[in-house]
């Protein structure tokens, strides 16, 4: 199936289901995917750039300046902005100065829409270094990845690139104490011609699990709803989401479904 990569550093705002009117922020290559994950569903398509550090990142200075210059633009069109949002073509946290940047931008956001969150939309794989976990902790929206509740699911689902222990990213989201906000997607389907559904046990208990232990102040739930670079996925329908909300809701935790 097709799938895009955004074409520039700052992009919007565009209406999100899940944030509302979103002015995006791209701190990735724009002519390839750059992540830790090569998931199955992502809307950028497959992770074919293997190596992390071989393409150089947007220098800070020039992300400063376009993101001021869409803050800039969007004010002046009287435009509004309920969310900053780090998302892009990949893992934003990979920037190499991505603990400068939030900086920047929070005073930045001050400025120009004092009541818009900063969202970053990351799959937590680089909370091991403790300038991007420090980082993420200071925005008001850390939306953190976990579809998987065992390694086995996390290795089929999103695929990483590099070295990802589940247990290891699990104990840096507890260090959040509730602070964040964790998105699921659910989904079932083929990889490699062997059947998998992370809705069914024992990955639906294990994650369930590690929800519990996470304690997000909400779980974000959702199937597919763009293209995939994946073939035979299969999208769950809003009753099975809010089937599987509700076990996160008797654990006394918020959950959505979209």
């Known amino acids: 199936m097709s799938t895009f990569l955004w074409e520039s550093i ?17 701190l990735l290559p724009t002519d390839v995917k750059i992540c830790s994950f090569n998931c199955i569903y ?21 992300v400063m ?8 633009e969007t004010l002046a069109a009287g435009k509004a902005v309920d969310s900053i949002t780090f998302s892009g073509n990949g893992e934003p946290t990979l920037h190499p100065h991505f603990d400068e940047i939030i900086n920047r931008l929070l005073a930045l956001r001050d400025t ?16 091991m270094r403790p300038e ?19 390694q086995e699911m996390l290795q089929i ?23 964040l906000v964790i998105q699921s997607m659910f989904l079932s389907g083929e990889k490699d011609g062997i059947p998998f559904d992370n809705s069914m046990e024992p990955n639906l208990s294990a994650w369930l699990e590690k929800i519990a232990l996470i ?16 073939a035979k996925l299969h999208k769950f329908s809003k009753e ?19």
């Open 10 to 26: 700052a992009f919007g705002p565009i209406h999100s289901r899940r944030l509302g009117s979103s002015l995006g922020i791209n």
């Open 240 to 258: 099975r989401l809010e089937q599987i909300a509700d076990l996160v809701r008797a654990l006394d935790i918020t959950a959505e479904t979209y």
């Open 112 to 127: 120009y829409f004092p009541k818009a969150v900063i969202t970053c939309l990351s799959n937590a794989t680089q909370l």
């Open 215 to 230: 304690k997000p102040r909400k779980v974000m739930i959702y199937s597919l709803d763009r293209e995939a670079p994946a």
């Open 42 to 62: 992502c809307e950028c398509g497959w992770t074919l750039e293997k190596s992390l550090t071989a393409r150089e990142y947007y220098p800070v200075e020039t």
């Open 157 to 179: 689902i999103n695929d990483p690139v590099i070295p990802v222990f589940i247990d290891e990213v699990v104990r840096e989201l507890c260090s959040f104490n509730g602070n």
């Open 65 to 72: 300046q376009a993101i001021e210059h869409k803050l800039q």
């Open 132 to 150: 991007v976990c420090a980082a993420l902790k200071k925005i008001e929206n850390p939306l953190l990845k976990l579809d998987a509740g065992t």
